[in-house]
């Protein structure tokens, strides 16, 4: 029975000192922490046998994090030296299955710290740990404590596109150091796209001649850019030679980070095209383009031989570059139209007996696919590639959502998930009126956090073909470097903790404390890291009844100091402190910041909430809005708040093909001078700005008289995401209002959804 008890009382031991407070992330599997500290001085030596050209680049490598966290440069000495003092590190031997490749153990004592791993890949890891730990303490020491640990996915991964915007040479190692920071493992390099080829391949050297050079419009929106005209404009651009690619494998090689390449096809290859035009199914030139295109219907032709070998020719010299076991083709959107219109496609699917254009890419995979398991290489590519059927063997990057990654694994097709919901860094992390340009949508720091990669509805053998996830980095908004330190820090950090850390052991409010420590490493380092996270968003709730809005302010930072204004002043270290929610009465602007150590951590966000002649009136539709875009219910347009340039921000009513036709009842007879309403204008989610707007007024609620119109003057072409007011100004009184907007009814021609019924997207109808 003692011993029961005893075993009990040390497992919940166990258990409180493993909830003790370790600055590491991602969080360690296992820590126990022990009374005193290890103090490194300079007579504190590396103690370790080295055999291999890894084990040296290794030792190099922790001499550096050691010299970075501490400011001590080691000495590096055999391990039959004195341990006392000394940092001893081995390899073990036998292998250690708990451990696995990556895993490590570190026990630091008072005397004495001990590195164990069974590859230099773990050492590296249990290396970045003691980085972090010097770090965290601005000191030269380290506190006592026992860590076991491990990752629990083996592909933990950032993308990067560098298509849109080319990223230099510099840039790119730097992007490994913050993956290898981070004990991430996968750097999946976008290197072709529709807006560049990046990559040299020596038998088609007009692959960078002309297809990694686009016209110069970099002034204007992404998807406002017209393909050129003349031939001799400003060109934008450039690609990595051969020797830049074998330095960057190089280099990612000694910080343990695999480097894979993807190639794109059928589709995403317009850069490809414009250098040889003739493997399009149409044979016809067209320029690089400097922008956005959609759909994409200028795709490699699946009918000529001479495309398949252009393509193995190409992935012949890709794959001498890259040591990589994956190669990705990517495989995604690709509009087949033209290969439905190509006789060479048409003849093929016959000879092939393929029923349909989608069984006609899973041929052009599958054959894509062979080739590369010839040459022992596997296959990695968009989920797309799920489409007409694929051999088994292949891998899915699950990017819409977790749905196809689910069903690939069902299949028995090892999965890397990739959501747009979760994994997308080129979303805004914050509001968008404090952001710089991002793509759209919103994915938090706690969004992130809170991703799970394994879906519920799978078996535990099914669960095991989720080999990792990782995020994606699209350029489009990007233009350079610091751009995309920006979008990734420090959402990386919450990423690699959910692929590093176990399930049970991630909780929200320690990692937020922890990531107090993690911005200060990157001011250190130099980041451009964004703090969005401290972003205070006031929440509003409509009270019919006595016609106020109650605000509620939150914030994603640990036990934050917020401080706000009501009177459009940028709030301070001395405004007034929140502490419950509180009410107004009247139009206002609410600020406020989080505020540490006297300074506020980001821009204040401004909120608009009007009290107006219309709020919380009784209000009927004559259409239905969607269902998925309610906004807050039945006094939506008209509870006081506007909606933002995120469509998806739950203040919007959308409209699909319909007008909206509201009637509003004042309650009495009410006096007043204008009528206004917020559209939006999104035209990559087909939301265009409506024709005009139309007020009519009303003493019973049956006849009603014009009042006047308003029309929309911006061209549905213009695609930067915008919001405009349309207003009528007219004195009047009365007691009902009729307000009609105007959907625009089809999408326009020339869009990718011609004919579709358009979205119009209203907000605050205000009256005043």
Known sequence: MKKQFLAILLSVISLGVFAQEIDVIPQPVSVIKNSGNFKLTENTNLLFNVTSSSEKDFVDLATSLIQDGAGLTLQHKNSSANPEGNILVQINNPFNSELGTEGYKLSIKNDRVFLYANTTSGLFYGMQTIWQLLTANSSNSLPCMEITDYPRFGWRGMHLDVSRHFMPVDFIYKYIDYIAMHKMNVFHWHLVDDQGWRIEIKKYPKLTEIGAFRADRENLDWNSRKTPIKGNEAKYGGFYSQEDVKAIVAYAQKKHVTVIPEIEMPAHVMSALAAYPELSCTGEYQAVPPGGVWPITHIFCAGKEETFNFLEDV?????????????????????????????????????????????????????IEKFLNKNGRQLIGWDEILEGGLNPSATIMSWRGSGPGTEAAKLGHDVVMTPTSHCYFDYYQGDPSLEPKAFGGKITLKKVYHYEPVPENLTTEEAKHIIGAQANIWTEQMPNGKHVEYMIMPRMTALSEVLWSTKESRDWGNFSKRME???????????????????????????????????????????????????????????????????????????????????????????????????????????????????????????????SKNHADGNWKGFNGDDLVATIDLGDSKSFSSVKIGALQNVGSYIFYPTQLIVESSNDGQNFKKLGTAKNKVSVYDGATQIQDLTVKKKAKARYLRVTVKNLGLCPKGHAGEGSPAWLFVDEIVVE
């Open 315 to 367: 992935l012949s010299e890709v794959m001498e570059l890259f040591p990589s076991t994956y190669i990705h083709i990517g495989g995604d959107e690709a509009t087949k139209t033209e290969w439905e219109k190509c006789e060479l496609c048409q003849n093929r699917m016959k000879q092939e007996s393929l029923k349909d254009e989608h069984e006609l890419q899973a041929y052009f995979i599958k054959r």
């Open 517 to 643: 420590t993690q911005y200060q490493r990157f001011e250190k380092l130099d980041i451009n890291y964004a703090t969005s996270a401290f972003q205070v968003a006031a929440t509003p709730e409509l009270d019919s009844k006595s016609k106020a809005i109650k605000i509620a302010l939150s914030t994603e930072a640990w036990q934050p100091e917020i401080r706000y204004t009501t009177d459009g002043t940028e709030p301070n270290a001395n405004s007034t402190l929140y502490t419950k929610p509180f009410k107004i009465t009247e139009t206002t602007t609410v600020k406020a910041v989080v505020v540490k150590n006297g300074k506020p951590m980001s821009k204040a966000l401004a909120t608009d909430f009007y009290i107006h002649k219309a709020i919380a009136g009784e209000l009927s539709l004559k259409y239905p809005n969607s269902k998925s875009y309610d906004s807050t219910g039945k006094f939506a347009l008209v509870d006081g708040i506007k909606g």
